[in-house]
């Protein structure tokens, strides 16, 4: 298979997933909303605590969690072409490969241990 024709199919899957993805989150939407007006016709009093409810921030989503991880990704795939460069040796290899796993979990941790800090200084 010619790489044009790769990246040309890793595009148009990456595409319909994407396109799955955002029609179940539409879905979804419309449920909850369908169901916030069977309530305010139900029952106008109880709508108002729910709709107090919606003006509260929600929590963010993992959008976050993928630039970190795509970040990491990057990285990893940057500095194993570095070690692996023009050297048949299995380790080099072996090393390059360990960058992947290494990154994104330590891009994950720093993450975590970010978020917690944030939340210890706003607890004060």
Same mark, same amino acid.
């Given at each position: 298979?010619?790489?044009?024709?790769?990246?040309?199919? %890793?595009?148009?899957?990456?595409? +319909?997933?994407?396109?799955?993805?955002?029609?179940?989150?539409?879905?979804?939407?419309?449920?909850?909303?369908?169901?916030?007006?069977?309530?305010?016709?139900?029952?106008?009093?109880?709508?108002?605590? +729910?709709?107090? &409810?919606?003006?509260?921030?929600?929590?963010?989503?993992?959008?976050? /969690?993928?630039?970190?991880? =795509?970040?990491? @990704? *990057?990285?990893?795939?940057?500095?194993? %072409? @570095?070690?692996?460069?023009?050297?048949?040796?299995?380790?080099?290899? *072996? @090393?390059?490969?360990?960058?992947?796993? =290494?990154?994104? *979990?330590?891009?994950?941790?720093? /993450? =975590?241990? +970010?978020?917690?800090?944030? &939340? /210890?200084?706003? *607890?004060?």
């Amino acid at each position: 298979m010619p790489t044009t024709e790769m990246v040309a199919m %890793v595009a148009v899957i990456a595409a +319909l997933a994407l396109g799955f993805i955002h029609l179940l989150r539409l879905i979804g939407t419309s449920i909850k909303y369908k169901a916030m007006r069977k309530l305010v016709e139900a029952d106008p009093a109880n709508a108002s605590l +729910l709709f107090a &409810q919606m003006g509260e921030e929600q929590p963010r989503g993992g959008d976050d /969690r993928l630039a970190i991880i =795509l970040i990491a @990704i *990057g990285i990893a795939m940057a500095a194993g %072409v @570095i070690i692996a460069v023009d050297d048949p040796g299995i380790v080099r290899l *072996g @090393i390059a490969a360990s960058l992947f796993p =290494l990154l994104v *979990g330590g891009a994950l941790w720093l /993450r =975590l241990f +970010l978020a917690e800090r944030r &939340q /210890r200084a706003s *607890g004060k």
